[in-house]
């Protein structure tokens, strides 16, 4: 029973840890409609800040990261 | 991790982890520190590959450049840019370095993706070893460079006095969490596509014949994954410049 019952806690647990991803989501989004914008009504600029543009990518992404991890070590290692 | 099954009432088994298990390559049980693996194996194709490429392939010094010489200019002239751009004209001495990085990484990725391989950067001990050295280098250089100014990086000159301290301790905190996010963006990246590949293919695997979807799904992932691989590759690079700007000139 209370094996059953901390096998319950991990899966949920690792459902709930899957939403942060859904923020990343939102943050990358974020990050490339604004540069897209800004591309169109500026097109001889966009081209420098393509590397400002995988940074605050890379940045945005990096927390999804963790939850997705964090939802692994519920699921495998815990 | 070999008790990791998902096994649901239909006979479904996903096996997604499996893929990351450390094996010796020549059997027994115990893993030394020298044993070759399979990790060890793939790191070493990766090694071979950069050789080929960089030093076989531009050994000809043609002026019109073959194939491969190409290639290899090509990738020389884009890591030499990316470093001149972000980490400035005196981050150029560490040009080697992040070149090794990068392309590294780079091989490492691509040669992950071939089916049945295996992906040495979707384990955070290989990507770890990889970023702290980044940050212990990026500290050093600082340190020897900068003197007592490196310190500058921490306390903001441009905010308020009254916010000055507040900001120092968020500071602190986001340049020792760096080698953390460093290396768990490129392995939980890498991870987490060869995952959902694998679980695509479970999927391919219970409905035999008729697994079209699943099989149009896992050649769009793949197309993806390999997108992911380069641009891994270059964020990891990238930021290697940005942590190096910042050890260079960390007042601004």
Redesign the interface.
């Known amino acids: 029973m209370e094996g059953e019952l901390i096998l319950l806690g991990k899966y949920i647990g690792a459902g709930i840890a899957c939403i942060g991803m859904g923020g990343a989501a939102i943050g990358v989004g974020n990050v490339v409609s604004n540069y897209i914008a800004g591309a169109l009504r500026n097109p001889s600029a966009a081209g420098g800040q393509m ?1 400002t543009l ?2 605050g ?2 940045f945005a ?2 927390l999804g ?2 939850s ?2 964090v939802a ?1 070590l519920l ?2 290692a815990v | 991790m070999s008790e990791n099954v998902a096994e649901g009432p239909s006979g479904l088994q996903i096996h997604p982890m499996d893929q990351f298990v450390v094996k010796p390559l020549f059997g027994g049980e115990h893993i030394n520190f020298y044993t070759p693996t399979n990790v060890t194996l793939w790191m070493a194709l990766a090694v071979l590959c950069v050789i080929g490429l960089l030093v076989l392939g531009t050994r000809g010094r043609a002026i019109i450049p073959s194939r491969v010489q190409s290639v290899a200019e090509l990738l020389y002239g884009f890591v030499y840019k990316m470093v001149e751009d972000v980490a400035g004209k005196d981050g150029l001495k560490f040009f080697p370095y992040i070149m090794t990085l990068f392309v590294f990484i780079l091989f490492a990725n691509f040669l992950g993706l071939i089916p049945m391989s295996f992906a040495t950067t979707s384990h955070i001990a290989v990507t770890a070893v990889l970023a702290v050295a980044v940050f212990v280098t990026v500290t050093i250089v600082g340190i020897v460079k900068n003197g007592f100014g490196f310190l500058e990086l921490f306390w903001i000159k441009a905010a308020p006095l009254a916010l000055r301290p507040m900001l120092a301790v968020i500071e602190v905190i986001s340049y020792f969490v760096r080698p953390v996010s460093h290396s768990i963006r490129l392995a939980g990246n890498m991870m987490a596509g060869h995952a959902v590949i694998k679980v695509f293919a479970g999927f391919a695997g219970v409905l035999g014949l008729g697994a079209v979807a699943p099989i149009l799904a896992i050649t769009a992932v793949y197309a993806l994954e390999m997108l992911v691989s380069f641009i891994q590759a270059y964020v990891f690079a990238i930021l290697t410049c940005v942590y190096l700007r910042d050890a260079l000139h960390p007042s601004h």
Do not use: G, K, Y
Request: glycine share 0%; hydrophobic share 95%; no cysteine.
């Open positions: 590397a995988f940074i990518i890379a992404e990096a990261i963790f997705f991890l692994l699921m495998f």
